[in-house]
């Protein structure tokens, strides 16, 4: 089977398994979701055909009505922003999105448990950034306007609950994991690369419409200016080379004055791809190993191929890009 062909297969599984299609119950888990949602546009863009366009539209209309919502065994009913039925279907995204894990958040008087947290609801920031590319994609995609709005929306939220101040005096900070109506921490440490994933998808969103989110730019921008972005985890790598990819296109085709962090991430990327490749990951049997692992990072190198045509009037930048393809082969 072509890959093509093997693409369409697997996107119609998906939305047969997941309930997009036919009379299953539908299961919305919100980063599968917006990987979906890129992918049937992406189809639609290669062959015209205009159900994937309409499964991309149903899609993004299924996770809002299920994870804009609260969920069927909690107690609270309606819209998780707190808005009436008829605003909510206006504004669906402006109390966040679910992550949409199969056990209900931790309540407030029970200790954590580490274990089990990984199943448990909230939301997710870096969940919230790849949503909001993927509003992104289907608004250019569509030009229905609805979409950017929503993302806007979506964005302030996001910004304004997860980043805080732990001392006074101090540079802010992000949490890890939020509750469902954003109201507490459930994870307060910070991911490793959220910062990068909202500031750039945030310049990506205020670039392409001229929107203001100078707020949440300017408090993501000092979080970036000495990040550390290097790791072993391959797909926390894909995500290095994606938000690479994109500000390129940011910093080269719009003008955004973020060269020296697009520089930064090329040359952690390296250093990453160089620590997995010593790794004993690629040697672990298929049983032990996260697929989606290994995707993240494969849709990474896609974004690799894509930078090397966008740098090439910068020689420094240019010569990075060559050194860490020839490191991913």
């Known amino acids: 089977m072509k890959r093509d062909e093997l693409a369409l297969a697997l996107m119609m599984d998906f939305a047969r398994y997941t309930g997009l299609l036919g009379n299953s119950d539908s299961r919305r888990y919100l980063w599968t979701d917006a990987f979906a949602v890129c992918n049937f546009l992406g189809i639609y863009r290669q062959t015209g055909d205009r159900e994937f366009l309409d499964l991309a539209v149903g899609l993004v209309n299924q996770v809002h009505h299920i994870l804009g919502r609260h969920r069927n065994d909690d107690p609270r009913r309606g819209w998780i922003s707190g808005l009436s039925e008829h605003e909510g279907e206006l504004r669906p995204t402006c109390g966040g999105l679910r992550i949409g894990?199969?056990?209900?958040?931790?309540?407030?008087?029970?200790?954590?448990?580490?274990?089990?947290?990984?199943?448990?609801?909230g939301q997710y920031y870096h969940y919230l950034t790849k949503w909001l590319h993927a509003l992104h994609c289907t608004e250019r995609q569509t030009g229905d306007a609805r979409y950017h709005r929503w993302a806007v929306e979506l964005a302030v939220v996001a910004q304004r609950s997860f980043t805080r101040c732990s001392f006074p005096g101090f540079p802010k900070q992000m949490v890890w994991k939020m509750s469902i109506d954003l109201s507490r921490p459930l994870v307060s440490s910070m991911g490793q690369h959220d910062p990068l994933d909202g500031l750039v998808t945030c310049l990506e969103l205020q670039t392409d419409h001229d929107v203001s989110l100078d707020q949440a730019?300017?408090?993501?921008?000092?979080?970036?200016?000495?990040?550390?972005?290097?790791?072993?985890?391959?797909?926390?790598?894909?995500?290095l080379l994606d938000a690479a990819s994109r500000l390129a296109q940011l910093v080269f085709n719009r003008g955004v004055e973020y060269r020296g962090l697009?520089?930064?991430?090329?040359?952690?990327v390296e250093t990453s791809l160089y620590d997995i490749a010593e790794s004993s990951f690629l040697s672990n049997p298929a049983e032990r190993r996260l697929a989606f692992r290994e995707l993240g990072l494969s849709i990474g190198f896609q974004g690799l191929e894509r930078i090397n045509g966008i740098v090439s009037s910068d020689r420094e930048i240019s010569s990075l890009?060559?050194?860490?393809?020839?490191?991913?082969?």
């Open 101 to 121: 894990k199969p056990i209900n958040e931790r309540p407030p008087d029970q200790p954590i448990d580490q274990r089990s947290e990984w199943d448990r609801d």
């Open 217 to 239: 730019i300017n408090e993501l921008t000092p979080m970036c200016a000495h990040g550390d972005w290097g790791t072993d985890d391959p797909l926390g790598v894909g995500g």
């Open 262 to 268: 697009l520089r930064q991430i090329l040359v952690d």
């Open 321 to 329: 890009v060559a050194s860490t393809a020839a490191v991913s082969h």
